[in-house]
Nanobody, 123 residues
Protein backbone atom coordinates (compact mmCIF):
# COMPACT_ATOMS: atom_id res chain seq x y z
CA UNK A 1 0.00 0.00 0.00
CA UNK A 2 1.21 3.47 -0.87
CA UNK A 3 -0.15 6.75 0.44
CA UNK A 4 0.60 9.95 -1.45
CA UNK A 5 0.37 13.54 -0.20
CA UNK A 6 0.88 16.48 -2.55
CA UNK A 7 1.95 19.97 -1.54
CA UNK A 8 3.32 23.13 -3.08
CA UNK A 9 0.32 24.38 -4.98
CA UNK A 10 -0.82 27.98 -4.86
CA UNK A 11 -1.53 31.15 -6.77
CA UNK A 12 1.13 32.48 -9.12
CA UNK A 13 1.25 35.02 -11.93
CA UNK A 14 1.75 33.96 -15.52
CA UNK A 15 5.43 33.40 -16.21
CA UNK A 16 6.11 32.38 -12.64
CA UNK A 17 7.22 29.08 -11.14
CA UNK A 18 6.03 26.55 -8.60
CA UNK A 19 7.44 23.27 -7.34
CA UNK A 20 5.01 20.56 -6.37
CA UNK A 21 6.03 17.79 -4.02
CA UNK A 22 4.53 14.35 -3.55
CA UNK A 23 5.51 12.58 -0.35
CA UNK A 24 4.93 8.85 -0.33
CA UNK A 25 4.71 6.28 2.41
CA UNK A 26 5.51 2.63 1.91
CA UNK A 27 8.71 0.68 2.18
CA UNK A 28 8.85 -0.18 -1.51
CA UNK A 29 8.31 3.34 -2.82
CA UNK A 30 11.57 3.20 -4.73
CA UNK A 31 10.06 0.54 -6.99
CA UNK A 32 7.04 2.57 -7.99
CA UNK A 33 6.72 4.43 -11.25
CA UNK A 34 5.33 7.89 -10.55
CA UNK A 35 3.23 10.34 -12.49
CA UNK A 36 1.59 13.74 -12.30
CA UNK A 37 -1.85 14.42 -13.71
CA UNK A 38 -4.07 17.49 -13.62
CA UNK A 39 -7.73 18.29 -13.90
CA UNK A 40 -9.09 21.70 -14.79
CA UNK A 41 -12.70 22.68 -14.04
CA UNK A 42 -15.07 21.08 -16.51
CA UNK A 43 -12.34 19.02 -18.11
CA UNK A 44 -11.15 15.44 -17.84
CA UNK A 45 -8.04 14.55 -15.91
CA UNK A 46 -5.00 14.61 -18.16
CA UNK A 47 -1.46 13.31 -18.09
CA UNK A 48 1.29 15.83 -17.27
CA UNK A 49 4.52 13.96 -16.57
CA UNK A 50 5.86 10.57 -15.53
CA UNK A 51 9.09 9.07 -14.28
CA UNK A 52 10.25 5.47 -14.05
CA UNK A 53 11.13 4.11 -10.63
CA UNK A 54 14.84 4.24 -11.46
CA UNK A 55 14.60 7.85 -12.53
CA UNK A 56 16.25 7.01 -15.80
CA UNK A 57 13.28 7.87 -18.00
CA UNK A 58 10.89 10.79 -17.96
CA UNK A 59 7.89 11.59 -20.13
CA UNK A 60 5.92 14.78 -20.63
CA UNK A 61 2.73 15.95 -22.22
CA UNK A 62 3.41 18.15 -25.22
CA UNK A 63 1.69 21.06 -23.49
CA UNK A 64 4.29 21.16 -20.69
CA UNK A 65 7.41 19.90 -22.45
CA UNK A 66 10.30 22.30 -21.94
CA UNK A 67 8.57 24.04 -19.04
CA UNK A 68 7.97 21.30 -16.46
CA UNK A 69 10.47 18.86 -14.98
CA UNK A 70 9.66 15.71 -13.00
CA UNK A 71 12.24 14.28 -10.63
CA UNK A 72 12.40 11.90 -7.73
CA UNK A 73 14.35 11.40 -4.54
CA UNK A 74 14.01 7.81 -3.36
CA UNK A 75 15.88 8.57 -0.15
CA UNK A 76 13.15 11.06 0.76
CA UNK A 77 10.29 9.06 -0.79
CA UNK A 78 9.35 12.19 -2.71
CA UNK A 79 8.60 13.10 -6.30
CA UNK A 80 8.72 16.66 -7.53
CA UNK A 81 7.22 18.61 -10.39
CA UNK A 82 9.08 21.81 -11.14
CA UNK A 83 6.82 24.09 -13.15
CA UNK A 84 8.33 27.10 -14.91
CA UNK A 85 6.91 29.66 -17.32
CA UNK A 86 3.44 28.95 -16.03
CA UNK A 87 0.44 29.88 -18.15
CA UNK A 88 -3.19 30.50 -17.18
CA UNK A 89 -4.10 27.27 -18.97
CA UNK A 90 -1.96 25.37 -16.45
CA UNK A 91 -4.57 26.18 -13.80
CA UNK A 92 -5.86 22.88 -12.41
CA UNK A 93 -5.80 20.50 -9.49
CA UNK A 94 -2.59 18.52 -9.76
CA UNK A 95 -2.50 14.90 -8.66
CA UNK A 96 0.39 12.60 -7.91
CA UNK A 97 -0.01 8.93 -8.79
CA UNK A 98 1.95 5.71 -8.40
CA UNK A 99 2.01 2.34 -10.10
CA UNK A 100 4.25 -0.71 -9.96
CA UNK A 101 3.91 -1.89 -13.54
CA UNK A 102 4.94 0.43 -16.36
CA UNK A 103 2.36 0.94 -19.07
CA UNK A 104 0.50 3.54 -21.12
CA UNK A 105 0.45 7.05 -19.70
CA UNK A 106 -3.20 6.85 -18.75
CA UNK A 107 -4.68 7.63 -15.36
CA UNK A 108 -6.48 4.28 -15.40
CA UNK A 109 -3.14 2.48 -15.22
CA UNK A 110 -2.13 4.08 -11.91
CA UNK A 111 -2.95 2.31 -8.65
CA UNK A 112 -2.53 5.00 -6.00
CA UNK A 113 -3.49 8.67 -5.94
CA UNK A 114 -2.97 11.68 -3.75
CA UNK A 115 -5.70 14.11 -2.78
CA UNK A 116 -4.50 16.80 -5.18
CA UNK A 117 -3.15 20.32 -4.84
CA UNK A 118 -4.60 23.41 -6.50
CA UNK A 119 -2.47 25.44 -8.90
CA UNK A 120 -3.90 28.75 -10.09
CA UNK A 121 -2.09 30.88 -12.65
CA UNK A 122 -3.35 34.44 -13.07
CA UNK A 123 -2.92 36.39 -16.28
Amino acid sequence: QVQLVESGGGLVQAGGSLRLSCAASGRTFSRYNMGWFRQAPGKEREFVAAITWSGSNTYYADSVKGRFTISGDNAKNTVYLQMNSLKPEDTAVYYCAARQIWGPLLDSTYDYWGQGTQVTVSS
